[in-house]
């Protein structure tokens, strides 16, 4: 610390712990060019849990036809031995979703939403406000069947269709999910355009309509700034990080949205800088070092390559 000087990086400024939330299974392997076998998928997340991830969203229940990666879902949860103190969310984008999520016994769901139409329309082929009413009964349904819930918005800080967003949009659209009852949103820079600056800006915007510990961080790191946006969130007060084992995925209908940030990356940080996740990262590398054999190519996370740090003896 220079004399005089508050240190840069204070303790007392950092939570003492927070909630990784782990998407590899769900946001990495969708992106994958080919279907993994399920029984490969099914010891990935129970190999997540094992590894300390208390939240492991396991697959989507989203049209087959769009995601032909995860149209196993059933049959991978059929067969998943749970860890007892883990949940194992479920993408739906709809009440057919829904319906098909429950009758496999799920017990918590993830909604989506973009910030844009221009996306929205991409990703779920209808605009947002459309998208966002069809939830309505999604959501109703899911916390009347006791479900956990959680909302996510999509290219939060940048759209690859319609360019800039505002983050008063953001706002907006993050109150409307939290009208319809979800009990968590999570935030996506789903291209990786986002740097520390606008993270704050956004947070300060959607925190008028929801409270830090609702929301969650869903950052990508195609151009390399997740973890420092992870930081600024965590300075300022966000508590729940998504990330993906290996740095597995993207979102298959967001060209060069590859690269989602890497579990191992995250935890390693947060490692350093004292911040307690449960998350034993070399159990998160192996897990995902056991996919490569079937993906075809090295894991994209910068840990994950790497290793832990084992110096050279003398
Ligand atoms: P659509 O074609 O407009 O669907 O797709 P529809 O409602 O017109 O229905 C057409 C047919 O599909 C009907 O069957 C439905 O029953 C059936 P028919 O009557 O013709 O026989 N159908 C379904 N079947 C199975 N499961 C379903 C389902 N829904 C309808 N769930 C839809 C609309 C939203 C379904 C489609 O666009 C879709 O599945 N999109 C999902 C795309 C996707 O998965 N993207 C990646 C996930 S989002 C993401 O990665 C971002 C995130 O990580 C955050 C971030 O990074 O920012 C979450
Ligand atoms: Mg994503």
Known sequence: MRPGRPPVVDPARLPRAVTVYEVGPRDGLQNEASALPTAVKRAFVEDLAA???????????????????????????????????????????????????????????????????????????????????????????????????????????????????APAQVAALARDLVGLGVDAVSLGDTVGVATPGGVERVLDAVAVHAAPERLALHMHDTRGAALANCFAGLLWGVTTFDASAGGLGGCPYAPGASGNLDTCDLVHLLDGLGVATGVDVEAVRRAATRLVPYLGRPLPGRYSRAGAFRPAPG
């Open 51 to 165: 590894a300390g991830l208390r939240w492991v969203e396991a697959t989507s229940f989203v049209h087959p036809r769009w995601v032909p990666q995860l149209a196993d879902a059933a049959e991978l949860l059929a067969g998943l031995a749970r860890a007892p103190d883990a949940r194992y969310p479920v993408l739906v984008p709809n009440e057919k979703g829904l319906d098909r999520a429950l009758a496999a016994g799920v017990d918590a769901v993830a909604v989506f939403a973009a910030a844009t139409d221009g996306f929205s329309q991409r990703n779920q082929n209808a605009p947002v406000a459309e998208v966002m009413a069809g939830l309505r009964p999604v959501v109703e349904r899911a916390r009347a069947a006791g479900l956990w819930v959680r909302g996510y918005l999509s290219v939060c800080w940048g759209c690859p269709v319609d360019g800039a967003v």
